[in-house]
Nanobody, 121 residues
Framework: QVQLVESGGGLVQAGGSLSLSCVAS????????MGWYRQAPGKQRELVAA???????NYADSVKGRFTISRDNAKNMVYLQMNSLKPEDTAIYYC???????????????WGQGTQVTVSS
């Protein structure tokens, strides 16, 4: 079994900062991409930032220059530093990882349970 557990959400005023963390645990052979998505009320889930095991991160245009994704591959963790937060950043943020559970298995996508981020104006 594989689990992704997020932490770090909360309530912050516009212009403030929050940091999210996510750890993957369980039967893991390798992790390919890790990233963050978000879903606001009444909207579809959207990519916020994603990072492969090696290479450059990519970001949604709406968060470029404000959010930074990073990974600690040794700890199976991914982080999201969110600065200059805006009310429109309010959403449930989900951690995402593409994981191979064994040498002989294909990769599957796993999701965390989500953490609420609320930005007040």
């Amino acid at each position: 079994q594989v689990q992704l557990v997020e932490s770090g959400g909360g309530l912050v005023q516009a212009g403030g900062s929050l940091s999210l963390s996510c750890v993957a645990s369980g039967t893991i052979f390798s992790i390919n991409g890790m990233g963050w998505y978000r879903q606001a009320p009444g909207k579809q889930r959207e990519l916020v930032a994603a990072m492969p095991t090696s290479g450059s991160a990519n970001y949604a245009d709406s968060v470029k220059g404000r959010f930074t994704i990073s990974r600690d591959n040794a700890k199976n963790m991914v982080y999201l530093q969110m600065n200059s937060l805006k009310p429109e950043d309010t959403a449930i943020y989900y951690c995402n990882a593409v994981i191979r559970r064994s040498l002989h298995s294909g990769a599957n996508t796993f999701w965390g349970q989500g953490t609420q981020v609320t930005v007040s104006s």
